[in-house]
């Protein structure tokens, strides 16, 4: 009895294993076209990053979607930089790669050397549809060559008030001192509302910074 116990868990962990390799693998009948999606990506990819890795993905296509609508993403690589490939029906839509490579650039080059000093908690995102563009022409430029514009954008649901946070006015007089670019935008969004500024805005102290705003 013993024995016909241990040969049934066998079994049914062998089945086990053989279910997540096939499905580890699209290879289930209902993933063609994930199968699809991951084949285009991965060739595209291979073509135009031969050097970056694979490193997962986001199946819409797996998943029950009776308006059969959306298609899969995939996460690669390349020389520290992470980014994902979109694609549907078997064909690349959107390659976010010069997207990851001018926020990185954008990130390291301005934005740490604020940030990494300061107990800083809020979420910085950007917008820079211009300065992937002019990477995707320079591959090679440095960022400090950039003559246009970029958008930074800071979450914090958990402040109320901007002065509370204690370096959001030491933030604009450092883009001030330190963003060269012709033109940038800076909104912060926190709970219960939201400040912005450009770079032609100008400030004659912390109180007139934070009274325009209120």
Known sequence: ??????????????????VLILNACLLFPW?????????????????????????????????YNPENRGGDTFDFELNGIRFSISTEDGQVLNDFYWTSFAECQLYNTYIKPFTESRNITAEFNYSTSDLQKFFKYYPNADISQYDGSVGIQIYDDKCTDPRSLGWLYDFYCYCKESIPFTNYTVTMIYSGGSLTYSSKHIFSNEDDFYNSYS
Not at 32 to 60: F, I
């Open 1 to 18: 009895m013993k024995q016909k116990f241990l040969i049934w868990l066998l079994v049914i962990a062998a089945v086990c294993v053989v």
């Open 31 to 63: 993933q063609w076209e994930a199968r699809k999606n991951k084949r285009a990506a991965l060739e595209y990819v291979n073509a135009t990053y031969p050097d970056a890795k694979y490193v997962g993905a986001y199946y819409r296509t797996t998943k």
